[in-house]
């Protein structure tokens, strides 16, 4: 089993960054790792994911805003978000999904709120 505790959230200004982390309570060498949001009021949704092997993939609307990266090393994701919108505002959170069977973990999630 992993567990998955989220960090990096917070308040910021329309425009600005914020880098979101993922700590894995063991290795993620064997996971495919994603970040999902979900806003007041709506379903949640994918907005980026990294493989194994370090393909990633995008929700249209962050593409060229976000970047997900891996550091296996240290057990950790991370996603690199720019010029945030008002949007983007919603509760994040890290999910971990095996590549070899059907397991699926998720964190507690982390508050983004982007407002002026």
């Known amino acids: 089993q992993v567990q998955l505790v989220e960090s990096g959230g917070g308040l910021v200004q329309p425009g600005g960054s914020l880098r979101l982390s993922c700590a894995a309570s063991s290795s993620i060498t064997m996971y495919h790792m994603g970040w999902y949001r979900q806003a007041p009021g709506k379903q949640r949704e994918l907005v980026a994911i990294?493989?194994?092997?370090?393909?990633?993939n995008y929700l249209d609307l962050v593409k060229g805003r976000f970047t997900i990266s891996r550091d296996n090393g240290n057990n950790t994701v991370h996603l690199q978000m720019n010029s945030l919108r008002p949007e983007d505002t919603a509760v994040y959170y890290c999910n971990a999904r095996s590549a070899w069977s059907n397991n699926i973990y998720w964190g507690q999630g982390t508050q983004v709120t982007v407002s002026s």
């Open positions: 990294i493989s194994r092997e370090s393909n990633t």
